[in-house]
């Protein structure tokens, strides 16, 4: 699942992913990455951080608050997210892709996150 304001960002995220063998579902912010991650529970989520509505943090701190969700690990695509941000809201295991982005760090990241996804919750 992908998240990202930019459409064209959206297309070069799919296309990345796809070609590594992902599935990619696209949404426009957050609060439809939420309902989308709710009724999918994919593997991994590739979100910015800056879009309209719900940022990608609030957007993890919510998928935190179900354990249904909680385990999904998430790389974050952007580049305004500081440090001690990321700190407060990504969870072991998640990570940060600075854009812009080399389609190899996001497919990278991507990976490590699938090896070392968080065991589901009781």
């Known amino acids: 699942?992908?998240?990202?304001?930019?459409?064209?960002?959206?297309?070069?995220?799919q296309r990345v992913l796809t070609?590594?063998?992902?599935?990619v579902d696209l949404c426009s912010d957050g609060h439809e990455l939420i309902s989308e991650v709710r009724s999918q529970?994919?593997?991994?989520v590739v979100t910015d951080n800056e879009m309209?509505?719900?940022?990608?943090?609030?957007?993890r701190a919510e998928l935190l608050t179900t354990p249904d969700t909680a385990d999904i690990p998430v790389v974050m695509?952007?580049?305004?997210?500081?440090p001690e941000q990321a700190a407060e809201t990504l969870?072991?295991?998640?990570?940060?892709?600075?854009?812009?982005?080399?389609?190899s760090e996001l497919r990278d990241a991507v990976?490590?996150?699938?090896?070392?996804?968080?065991?589901?919750?009781?």
């Open 1 to 13: 699942m992908a998240a990202d304001d930019d459409p064209g960002i959206r297309r070069v995220v």
């Open 19 to 23: 070609r590594a063998g992902h599935t």
């Open 41 to 44: 529970h994919p593997d991994a």
């Open 52 to 59: 309209p509505g719900m940022t990608g943090l609030q957007a």
């Open 77 to 82: 695509a952007t580049g305004s997210v500081t």
């Open 91 to 103: 969870q072991n295991g998640d990570r940060i892709v600075h854009k812009p982005f080399q389609p």
């Open 111 to 122: 990976r490590d996150v699938l090896i070392h996804r968080r065991p589901q919750q009781p």
